[in-house]
């Protein structure tokens, strides 16, 4: 093994080795449970008719007549074919058990096309048309079920393989339970449904913790809530599982949460899925009257809390394409646009702060609404500049404008090499753009060119990637940032720097500079043998190069060195903003053949 795969390794956690190999080891000789559970579903309907009062709250239609994937609308009413890869019309196989379906497999593609319409995102919008006065909601949602359970008998097929899979499937039938106010008098088919999810979760938990991310926390909840809600309609069983879950959802807050909020997918997009996940987490507990959770958990979600407050955009909702975006959204109650931060960000701030995140009427509002959470007065200040050193990020902000800069503090595995990556806002829109991820398995291609340096805003060395790739899911000899300064505010000017030296002695130190109307970006390279090229990521826009100034209506960028410039160019590059998308972007490339200083400064 190579020393770059033993320092990997090591990065990754000896405990979680161990954890990985267990699990590999029990599936394999048998010794894990998850290969003897067997589990019955009862007959019956699932949900009774609603019997409450009525409301009239806005609902999700995206699974009304349509067929929702990755945030995009087919109109479809039929049932879903359950086993059908919705990115390319391939069929899984349905008739094997779990645990003999392998994790990648080319002809299928990826396998989350198959994976999304059993997530059970429609649960929640047939419910909220009962609850709207719509019967013909319940009779949906009892119908869909049984199909489900039908084409999918228990622990065979891809829709049985993953843990967290099951888990989500868990929250959406809870939340929808709670909608229709079913949670304490739950149809015994309903609860044989959830009771054979936990079955298949429980044993292969420590797998979910081992990859020290979202796995984790999805499953810990889908135990907590799943195993209370047994308890609630009397069977003991649940016990186990709620204490289970408990354990879980304390550890992972403590380990996976650093103190300034940053989680450990250094992603936006995941970083939601995790503080929805606590959030219905606690919405279930607070409906319920259980226990509260330990002061340390709730000191960690707020600081998970501000820190994607401080991520989305107030105006839009949107945030900076940050790190891996799997496509995930976990709390449909809105059917507002995939991208739309704010309703988690309102959520969980009422949840967690008893304040609001923003004011006024607005679609982020509808959660409360739909879980009847009573609106605070309170709100949050507004955002100034910070510096998040746990996780490596930096927010300056002035007037119209908004800077996210990237440096490299990795405790946990990155997922893509966006070292000295800047992400830059005017007036709500996105000018500096993050690549996105588009998929991952739809080939090397594009695992490749999202995830690598060519999707940042920062210098590539000599055709290199800041980090090797050493698997479809792990980089190696994670950077390190071995130059900074901290945040420095003077009058109306805001500064930063940092750097990092990469594995062939390449360095690169980024000073950043933001006052009102200039951004100034200094960037010395030294240790290439061929060439650096600066890279900017740009919103589709009229943008024209004119020598060393580029132009649009937005702005006006203006770039200068102390060494030649060999080669300044507008270019056609790729974004995905969306999972399975992708649309062309210009990019504006500057390329440089010997060590020197580089300056960019955009007037605005």
């Known amino acids: 093994m190579s020393l770059v795969k033993i320092k990997t390794a090591l990065g990754l956690g000896i405990p979680n080795l161990i954890r990985v190999f267990l699990y590999q080891l029990g599936l394999k000789t048998g010794l894990n449970k998850a290969k003897a559970i067997k589990s019955d579903i009862e007959s019956g309907e699932f949900f009774t008719s609603y019997n409450g009062a009525l409301v009239n709250y806005e609902a999700n239609l995206q699974w009304i007549n349509k067929h929702t994937y990755f945030g995009i609308e087919k109109v479809n009413s039929s049932i879903p074919n359950w086993h059908k890869n919705n990115l390319n019309g391939e069929l899984a196989p349905s008739d094997r058990p779990w645990y003999l379906i392998g994790d990648f497999n080319n002809q299928l593609g990826d396998i989350k096309g198959v994976w999304e319409a059993s997530r059970f995102d429609w649960v929640i ?48 039938l809870a939340l929808a339970s709670l909608l229709l106010q079913q949670t304490q008098n739950t149809t015994p088919a309903l609860l044989s449904l959830i009771k054979a999810h936990l079955k298949r979760i429980s044993p292969t938990i420590m797998y979910a913790v081992a990859q020290d991310n979202n796995h984790g926390t999805s499953e810990a909840a889908a135990l907590y809530i799943g195993g209370s809600w047994l308890v609630l309609n009397g069977d003991e069983d649940g016990v186990k599982w709620q204490k289970q879950g408990l354990k879980w959802l304390e550890n992972r807050s ?8 940053s989680f450990s997918q250094y992603s936006t997009t995941y970083h939601r899925v995790m503080l929805d996940t606590y959030s219905l987490v606690e919405v279930w507990r607070q409906k319920h009257k ?16 501000n820190w994607l407050f401080y991520f989305t955009d107030v105006k839009t909702g949107d945030t900076p394409n940050l790190g891996a975006n799997d496509g995930a959204r976990l709390i449909p109650l809105t059917g507002t646009d995939y991208r739309d931060f704010r309703p988690s ?13 923003y004011e ?5 509002n509808v959660p409360l609404e739909w879980l009847a959470l009573k609106t605070p007065t309170q709100s949050f ?17 002035a007037s119209n404008a908004a800077l996210y800069f990237n440096y490299p503090k990795f405790k946990f595995r990155p997922s893509q090499c966006d070292a000295l990556h800047v992400d830059f806002w005017l007036n709500g ?25 060519k999707s940042h805003n920062t210098i590539e060395f000599d055709s290199h990637d800041q980090m090797p790739r050493l698997s479809r899911f792990l980089l190696g000899d994670w950077l390190k940032t071995t130059s900074k300064k901290p945040l420095e505010i003077s009058g109306d000017k805001q500064q930063v720097a940092a750097g990092y030296k990469d594995r062939f002695g390449c360095e690169h130190i980024r000073d950043i500079s933001l006052q009102p109307n200039l951004l100034t970006i200094t960037d010395r390279i030294t240790g290439f043998k061929q060439k650096a090229i600066l890279r900017y990521r740009l919103t589709p826009a009229n943008w024209k190069l004119v020598r060393n100034t580029l132009v649009s209506e937005l702005c006006r960028i203006s770039f200068s060195a102390d060494t030649s410039i060999k080669r300044i160019e507008l270019i056609t590059g790729f974004e995905s903003r969306y999972y ?4 062309e972007i210009p990019v504006l490339e500057i390329e440089v053949n010997k060590s020197g200083t580089l300056t960019t400064e955009v007037q605005f």
């Open 125 to 172: 919008g047939f419910a909220q048309q009962a609850v709207s006065g719509d019967k013909g909601g319940v009779d949906k949602v009892n119908t869909w079920l049984a199909d489900w359970i039908e084409k999918n008998p228990t622990y065979n097929g891809v829709n049985w393989k993953c843990g967290q899979e099951a888990s989500i499937r868990v929250m959406h």
């Open 254 to 261: 403590t380990k996976l949460i650093e103190t300034d909020g």
């Open 290 to 305: 259980l226990a509260d959770f330990s002061e340390r958990l709730y000191t960690k979600l707020k600081a998970a809390t």
């Open 345 to 357: 960000v309102q959520l969980a701030s009422v949840l967690f702060f008893n304040k609001i995140a």
């Open 360 to 364: 006024g009427e607005g679609e982020f």
């Open 381 to 397: 200040f507004n955002k100034t500049p910070v510096d998040f050193v746990d996780g490596g990020y930096t927010f300056l902000t």
């Open 429 to 453: 829109q996105n000018v500096f753009r993050d690549g996105g991820t588009f998929s991952y398995n739809a080939g090397q291609k594009y695992i490749d060119y999202y995830s690598g340096v």
């Open 580 to 583: 399975y998308q992708e649309s």
